[in-house]
């Protein structure tokens, strides 16, 4: 039976003894944790229970992943497939440059489904996949981020969130 890799967010935080850990917000509820036996500390959740973006990308050129398991499952929109991934790669991308968006922000590179992802931009989130995965290569990380005019959050985003429709943001307003 194949897995399907929900989207979901998790955040790092560093500890002074053991480093950078994951912490899922979500799983401190009480009832939340209960509900799903987490067997396991939310504010550190073991790296082999949380697959980030940049793994992601790379498990699915490597072929070892379908792309197709990967992303959310909405009746009548389901958001699936390397697409989908490499913008949450852009996403973390962009959260360890300092720069924060919401997870339905989309700019630039990127395409809005798998036909419309080029070899240029798969090379592309080949590249910032090796630099924000689960080892994190911050200086190369920020070079990548400053130095692509594609990757670099502008000052406008689309946010595509469902609540407000399709509308832009200024990021810097």
Known sequence: MVSFHRDHVVTEHRDARRGWLL???ELTDPAVAARYAVPFDPMDV???RFLVAGEAWRSIRAGEADPETFGL????A??????????????DLAALNRTETLLW???RVGAEDDEGMTDAIRDLYDEVARVAGDEVRYEEARK????HDGLRTPRTVRCLAAFNGPHEVDLRG
């Open 23 to 25: 912490a899922d917000a």
């Open 46 to 48: 073991p790296r082999d």
């Open 73 to 76: 499952l909405i009746p009548g």
């Open 78 to 91: 389901e958001l699936t497939g390397a697409w989908f991934v490499a913008g949450n790669v852009r996403l």
């Open 105 to 107: 922000d989309i700019w």
């Open 144 to 147: 990548l981020f400053t130095g």
